[in-house]
């Protein structure tokens, strides 16, 4: 069973950066995806970007493409996920997931891919 710990949320004016970090522990050597989600209170969980440790193939959520950035140090088990040029629709909860089973690449983006959440990290953006 593995846990994830977020860390790196925060308040940040529009138009700013933040990094988001994911450390992977307890169990993690099955790990072959790790991502992240965000949810707004009342909404459902958006996909926002993820990893697969096989191939490094990475995939984005259509709406932060080209202001996000995912990476993934492998040895550390360990994800990032920059975020850039931030907007206040970016404001949300941010989950780290990590998957034991390896997706195909069409498959990264869903949720049922994931055993494993974190449990969130805030980012508020400022207008």
């Known amino acids: 069973q593995a846990q994830l710990v977020e860390s790196g949320g925060g308040l940040v004016q529009a138009g700013g950066s933040l990094r988001l970090s994911c450390a992977a522990s307890g169990g993690s050597g099955s790990i072959q995806l790790m991502g992240w989600f965000r949810q707004v209170q009342g909404k459902e969980r958006e996909f926002v970007a993820a990893?697969?440790?096989?191939?490094?193939?990475?995939v984005y959520g259509d709406s932060v493409k080209g202001r996000f950035t995912i990476a993934a140090d492998r040895a550390k088990n360990t994800v990032f996920l920059q975020m850039n040029n931030l907007k206040g629709e970016d404001t949300a909860l941010y989950y780290c997931?990590?998957?034991?089973?390896?997706?195909?690449?069409?498959?990264?983006?869903?949720?049922?891919?994931?055993?494993?959440w974190g449990r969130g990290a805030q980012v508020t953006v400022s207008s």
């Open positions: 990893y697969r440790w096989s191939g490094g193939n990475i």
């Open positions: 997931a990590a998957g034991s089973r390896r997706p195909v690449l069409s498959g990264m983006h869903l949720p049922s891919m994931f055993d494993y």
